[in-house]
């Protein structure tokens, strides 16, 4: 058991680019999430998948991003013309048959 | 809406002292309730988690935590506190009647002093 993983650790990228970010859960876990944290706030959900399926967006995903699980395994999430706004740590969990979320180390994006 | 409240945004104590850390959330028929930690620039590791049953959890690094339904509150303890504690905790809350995902309080920052 590995954990999850996620890549890159870090981003710094200007304004209007678009990045692309990577998570790989623990390799039983049929579930993925990913979350956003801000400086001083809790990790608020983006969107869940169940093998490949998206199941859930939260109202926060704007059509700028996009997440994709095409094998039900590693998970992208793909943010398009970034924003200063969407500077945050961005956070991969998996789960299995119970509840509880694992999570990965994050990535951090910085917007210029 | 669903919300998970902690109050406190900092808290200190001493090495060897006592701890709790508050947490509240909104009305939920069947919450699962967890409570993660987190090092700066790092994720968030589960400490413990509530499903059903005996109200008192124990977690892991000594944590212990106890929900009360009649308060919707899930607070956090430790009989003593160590200097690695030191960092931010936050409650989390599964409302089954809306899904998976995790509802996250602001968290707690603790600090603790020798």
């Known amino acids: 058991d590995t954990g999850v993983s996620q890549d890159p650790r870090h981003k710094i990228t200007k304004r209007g680019q678009n990045v692309t970010f990577r998570c790989d859960p623990i390799?039983?876990?049929?579930?993925l999430y990913w979350y956003r944290q801000t400086l001083g706030q809790g990790p608020e959900f983006l969107t869940y998948?169940?093998?490949?399926?998206?199941?859930?967006k939260s109202r926060l995903l704007s059509d700028r991003f996009s997440a994709e699980r095409p094998k039900g395994s590693f998970s992208t999430l793909e943010i398009q013309r970034t924003e200063q706004g969407d500077s945050a740590m961005y956070l991969c969990?998996?789960?299995?048959?119970?509840?509880?979320?694992?999570f990965g180390p994050g990535t951090r994006l910085t917007v210029t | 809406a669903q919300s998970v409240t902690q109050p406190d945004i900092h808290i200190t104590v001493s090495e060897g002292a006592s701890l709790e850390l508050r947490c509240n959330y909104s009305?939920?028929?069947?919450?699962?309730l967890f409570w993660y930690v987190q090092s700066p620039g790092q994720g968030l590791q589960l400490l413990l988690k509530?499903?059903?049953?005996?109200?008192l959890v124990q977690g892991i690094k000594g944590f212990e935590a106890e929900f009360k339904r009649s308060q919707s509150s899930f607070n956090l303890r430790k009989p003593s506190v160590h200097w690695s504690d030191a960092a931010e905790y936050f409650c989390?809350?599964?409302?089954?009647?809306?899904?998976?995902?995790?509802?996250f309080g602001a968290g707690t920052i603790l600090r603790v002093k020798s």
């Open positions: 969990a998996s789960s299995g048959q119970g509840y509880e979320q694992y």
């Open positions: 390799s039983e876990h049929n579930r």
């Open positions: 998948f169940q093998n490949e399926a998206q199941l859930e």
């Open positions: 009305y939920g028929a069947t919450p699962y």
């Open positions: 509530y499903f059903s049953g005996d109200t």
């Open positions: 989390a809350v599964v409302f089954m009647e809306y899904g998976n995902k995790l509802v």
